[in-house]
């Protein structure tokens, strides 16, 4: 019996270390006018709150078809996904972008913020969907996590008005808006100069480390991947793990 999706979205942050992500042999292919064309073959994969895990591979192999799975955009052709008992893949459509809202944050390499709103309204903007779901004052938290990662006097700037590093400061502030008990990265420093790219990853530990979240970052970067304590690769369609060790990243690189 699966749970209800509001119980996993709900439960509080003193007992989100509970969370286990577990992927069984998931696999996704793509139907074309020549054949299917296998993208994912049976991965595997589990990982609970406090993780943090980089998954490298050669372009194409499917990073981001996995990331897109895992954070439940997109489904798989076969195999399974379950938060701690919850499939969300069972529940209506309307059901798993509720679910997705509060239990899962996405930071992509482009920040896609929209230009018309300002920093402050860029990261309430999650808080819209589902507003009776959202708890305690939700303003508040955006300020807060605006001057956490910085940006405190940049509230009513729109997205035009600020560098690379600062844009993609302000989507990771708008990812962990609803609290998500996953924070999922695709390529999160991919468009930032080294040093910018460095302070963004130093505050994604930080804040993954603060927040008690499942950190999971998709790169290119051999840089980026060595600071993960868990690193992963996908080749051929399989998830490979390549390395396990208890560091956390940190601000030497």
């Known amino acids: 019996m699966t749970r209800d999706p509001s119980s996993v979205a709900a439960q509080d942050r003193s007992s989100a270390a509970d969370l286990c992500l577990q992927a069984r042999q998931l696999s996704?292919?793509?139907?074309?006018?020549?054949?299917?064309?296998p993208v994912l073959q049976q991965v595997d994969l589990e990982a609970r709150s406090g993780d943090a895990l980089a998954i490298?591979?050669?372009?194409?192999?499917?990073?981001?078809?996995?990331?897109?799975?895992?954070?439940t955009?997109?489904?798989?052709?076969?195999?399974?996904?379950?938060f701690d008992d919850l499939d969300p893949f069972e529940l209506p459509e309307q059901e798993l972008a509720r679910f997705r809202n509060a239990v899962?944050?996405?930071?992509?390499?482009?920040?896609?913020?929209?230009?018309?709103?300002?920093l402050l309204e860029n990261v309430l903007l999650p808080t819209l969907a589902f507003p009776r779901d959202v708890?305690?004052?939700?303003?508040?938290?955006?300020?807060?996590?605006?001057?956490?990662v910085g940006l405190s006097h940049r509230l009513d700037h729109r997205p035009s008005q600020l560098s690379g590093g600062e844009r993609q400061r302000?989507?990771?502030?708008?990812?962990?808006?609803?609290?998500?008990r996953v924070l999922l990265c695709d390529e999160p420093t991919g468009n930032l100069d080294e040093d910018t790219a460095d302070a963004v990853?130093?505050?994604?530990?930080?804040?993954?480390?603060?927040?008690?979240?499942?950190?999971?970052?998709?790169?290119?970067?051999?840089?980026?991947a060595a600071r993960f304590p868990r690193r992963l690769a996908l080749v051929?369609?399989?998830?490979?793990?390549?390395?396990?060790?208890?560091a956390r990243g940190d601000s030497d690189g």
Do not use: C, W
């Open 28 to 37: 996704k292919h793509f139907d074309t006018p020549a054949g299917s064309v």
């Open 56 to 71: 490298t591979g050669p372009s194409g192999s499917g990073k981001s078809t996995l990331l897109h799975l895992l954070g």
């Open 73 to 82: 955009l997109d489904q798989p052709s076969s195999g399974s996904l379950l």
């Open 104 to 118: 899962v944050g996405f930071v992509f390499q482009d920040h896609h913020l929209l230009p018309q709103y300002s």
């Open 135 to 148: 708890e305690g004052d939700a303003e508040a938290r955006a300020r807060q996590l605006l001057e956490r």
């Open 170 to 180: 302000t989507a990771i502030a708008r990812a962990l808006i609803r609290s998500p």
């Open 201 to 224: 990853a130093n505050l994604l530990f930080e804040l993954h480390e603060q927040e008690n979240t499942l950190l999971m970052v998709i790169t290119h970067s051999p840089e980026l």
């Open 236 to 246: 051929g369609g399989r998830l490979e793990e390549t390395a396990v060790d208890g």
